[in-house]
């Protein structure tokens, strides 16, 4: 069974240990299956942008990271202010 483009990049940005740029996941793709599309880059730009767990790093390229992978081992502060004790909710705001 072939995957979908967005199945191969995820399991690319899973199995990455630094963020990655459009061109290097298109690099580990291919090896897996072909991307027979007229515009292989805008596939793989839309595979990145549909899945709520990918996140851009924000450089310049772009680099990707499968975003649980990417905060493991990350801490952050947040004020407990706004946190409903009843239902142990904190609402995460920037």
Request: charged share 15%; glycine share 4%.
């Amino acid at each position: 069974m072939t995957k979908s483009t967005s199945q191969a990049v995820a399991e690319v940005l899973q199995a990455a240990t630094e963020p990655l740029t459009i061109g290097e996941i298109m690099q580990q793709i291919e090896p897996r299956q072909s991307l027979h599309t007229a515009k292989p880059e805008a596939t793989v730009r839309s595979a990145l942008f549909e899945n709520s767990l990918v996140a851009t790093i924000g450089s310049r390229p772009a680099r990707y990271v499968w975003w649980p992978k990417h905060l493991q081992g990350c801490c952050f502060r947040q004020p407990l202010a706004q946190m409903d004790f009843t239902t142990g909710e904190l609402p995460v705001t920037t």
